[in-house]
């Protein structure tokens, strides 16, 4: 008898109980997905009765001077159109994965699962390597590398177990927005932060004296005054957490750190530096909101770079140490040079380098150099 369709993947000769594993864990993650979104829907509840709270019950039946009511309902509108808007974007805006020249050939893949030995795989992530714009290395000086997704991680790009994939300058898996926040919605995470706390606190400085009122008993006993109440309670207790969080973001991003990079600094090929990425305060801020200031309050992708490649502080410096002692140029060794990135780096990017020579990579001899006598090993490193 043909095995059915829907079974192709498990073998026709695959004991029932195999089957019935494959159709529990299919179960477990429908499961899975409908619980990763109950934050989201927890938020959307809370979005969808503060405007009705605010907007029905306190603007409209309860506001009575008209000047007030219409400035705070057009306010109120703009803050909430806004929070909406970067908070949609934030969720929707799929996570940035690296691009395919981080990826190993068939044949590299082929050849690292054919071979056991650790100086093969070394061999092999040092070959792919060369040709990459990549600057960090792990704790024990060896190439990052994903075995799960089998590529080179690119700097700043780390596995997501949620997502299960490598995500580009990942920040941190955000469940209240069921989205890993990396590279691709980092602006739109920061602004969400923002306008939601703009939202609170909004509602807090125009509910204020009706939630004096409530306990002076100077309201109407009618239901309009619990919704008030318990809107003024949740905007105060949402705008002291998000404060705190939004604090800590304009810190990271003064610094241009990621979450994960505030808790282990990046590791460099000569030195760990937690300040590797900070190229001063200006240009930290467009890093990630643009040259365009027009468009730095509005949730539109306008973040530099290609999320693979990042300009760093330490990179001129890094060759100029290879090249003074000796007095090489790069042009000497032209037969090893490597040019990245594949795409051509926007304009706006490429005045944050100093040197466009950064990008070169003197491979064979500067690694040689580098690494190869005083840090041989380039070690299988599995990194999360
Ligand atoms: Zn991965
Ligand atoms: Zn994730």
């Not at 990459?132 to 060896?142: E, V």
């Not at 930290?284 to 306008?302: A, S």
């Not at 007095?327 to 090893?336: A, L, R, W, Y």
């Amino acid at each position: 008898m043909a095995a059915p369709a829907a079974s192709s993947a498990v073998p026709s000769s695959a004991p029932a109980a195999s089957r019935r594993r494959s159709r529990a864990g299919g179960v477990r993650q429908r499961c899975q997905w409908l619980i990763f979104w109950v934050p989201v829907v927890f938020i959307g509840s809370i979005l969808a009765w503060s405007y009705y709270a605010y907007v029905a019950q306190l603007c409209l039946l309860t506001m009575t001077n008209i000047g007030e009511k219409v400035v705070c309902l057009i306010a109120y509108h703009l803050f909430f159109m806004m929070f909406l808007w970067s908070y949609w974007k934030t969720i929707f805006t799929l996570p940035m994965n690296p691009s395919k020249e981080f990826h190993l050939s068939y044949a590299d893949k082929e050849l690292m699962e054919r071979e056991s030995r650790t100086e093969t795989h070394q061999e092999v992530l040092k070959r792919v390597a060369r040709d990459l714009p990549i600057y960090t290395r792990t704790m024990s000086g060896a190439i990052r590398y994903c075995d799960r997704c089998q590529l080179v991680k690119p700097d700043r790009c780390h596995h997501c177990s949620v997502c299960d994939k490598c995500i580009l300058k990942m920040d941190h898996h955000c469940p209240w927005v069921n989205n890993c926040v990396g590279f691709s919605n980092y602006k739109f995470f920061l602004l969400f932060l923002a306008y939601s706390l703009l939202y609170c606190l909004f509602i807090v400085a125009t509910d204020l004296q009706y939630f004096i009122r409530f306990w002076t008993n100077g309201l109407p006993d009618t239901q309009a005054k619990f919704h008030i109440m318990f809107l003024f309670f949740a905007a105060a207790m949402f705008s002291v957490s998000l404060s705190s969080l939004f604090g800590y973001h304009c810190w990271l991003v003064s610094k241009n750190k990621s979450t994960l990079e505030a808790f282990r600094a990046p590791i460099f090929r000569h030195r760990t530096d937690k300040n590797g990425f900070s190229l001063g305060f200006s240009k930290n801020l467009k890093q990630v909101f643009g040259d365009e200031k027009k468009y730095w309050l509005l949730p539109i992708f306008t973040s530099l770079g290609d999320g693979c490649s990042f300009p760093t502080c330490l990179v001129n410096q890094d060759l100029e140490q290879a090249f003074t002692p000796t007095g090489h140029s790069s042009s000497s060794k032209n037969e090893n040079n490597h040019h990245f990135p594949a795409k051509p780096l926007r304009d706006s990017q490429s005045h944050l380098l100093t040197d466009p020579q950064s990008w070169i990579e003197t491979s064979t001899s500067l690694e040689k150099n580098k690494l190869g006598i005083s840090n041989p090993a380039l070690t299988m490193e599995n990194e999360t």
